[in-house]
């Protein structure tokens, strides 16, 4: 990627490519990470925990994550900061560094853009479900433009919303192709009794 190591965020949660994530951040490593990352208009990583807690004690966490860039920021409480983040590329985690304060730094390798592709036929039930979903939830959940017709865009969002397993999540985060992972989601959603 560049030469900077990345701050990461190492939640309970995976964030995807254009996903939405708020965020309330009150631990001293992130409100430092947050404040560098507002100055220095760069993004953050986000990485999902594989052990241990949000708090405290940096935890063990996935190698592939996602840049996330703040969008929204405002303290409506004292020692409390509410984010408003914006999921970016993908990306690897090749070594970690961690500082007094415990906040994991990584050098990192982005990972390529999902290619473009249309929806097909037989997986348009994903597109036709995430329709509906944002029809009751809207912008609360889904940041424009509501792409309906991107296998990226709509896999992504179902991976965000649907109930998934965390672990589950993940490895529809690591698929690099948008299609496998719209089949996939197809098979949840047919299990559920929505196709």
Known sequence: MNTEPLPLFILHTVLFPEGRLPLRVFEARYMDM???????KRPFGVVLIREGKEVGAPATHETVGCL????DCDMQQLGVLNLLAHGGQRFRVL???VNKQGLVSASVELLPPEEELA????LSVCA?????I???HGEDVFSQPHRLDS???VGHRLSEVLPIPLTAKQKLLEMDDSLARLTILRRFLDQRGAG
Do not use: F, N
Not at 34 to 40: G, I
Not at 68 to 71: N, P, R
Not at 119 to 122: G, K, Y
């Open 34 to 40: 947050t404040r560098e990352c507002l100055k220095l």
């Open 68 to 71: 996330a860039s703040i969008s």
């Open 151 to 153: 296998a990226a865009w």
């Open 119 to 122: 929806i097909p036929e037989d």
């Open 128 to 132: 036709k479900v995430l329709a509906m």
């Open 95 to 97: 070594e970690t560094s």
């Open 134 to 136: 944002i029809a009751d």
